[in-house]
């Protein structure tokens, strides 16, 4: 069982960065991939972003690639999503998730976080 718990979300012009964090309680952190996922307003949710257990394979959508950068502490059991010149249309509650690379990028994962509100205002 993995609890996974995001933060660091809030309001920011576009342009403008921030990083959103995801602590997860497990004692094998580093056995999992984990990947970040947004929903917006209306809309399905994403895949954004995924990074293996050791952090050597990192994988990123189309829409944030060059702007947003996933990483990952295994020693504090944490996973990153730095994002950087955020738009608008990055507005979203940002999920966090653990488990498969593969399934992953799939938007599969019997292990997910509460979500935090990224806000872009133009």
């Known amino acids: 069982q993995v609890q996974l718990e995001e933060s660091g979300g809030g309001l920011v012009q576009a342009g403008g960065s921030l990083r959103v964090s995801c602590a997860a309680s497990?004692?094998?952190?580093?056995?999992?991939?984990m990947g970040w996922f947004r929903q917006a307003p209306g809309k399905e949710r994403e895949f954004v972003a995924v990074?293996?257990?050791?952090?050597?394979?990192?994988d990123y959508a189309d829409s944030v690639k060059g702007r947003f950068t996933i990483s990952r502490d295994n020693a504090k059991n944490t996973v990153y999503l730095q994002m950087n010149s955020l738009k608008p249309e990055d507005t979203a509650v940002y999920y966090c998730?653990?488990?498969?690379?593969?399934?992953?990028?799939?938007?599969?994962?019997?292990?997910w976080g509460q979500g935090t509100q990224v806000t872009v205002s133009s």
């Open positions: 998730a653990a488990g498969l690379y593969t399934a992953l990028k799939n938007m599969y994962s019997n292990y």
């Open positions: 990074i293996s257990g050791s952090g050597r394979n990192i």
């Open positions: 497990t004692r094998t952190f580093n056995s999992y991939a």
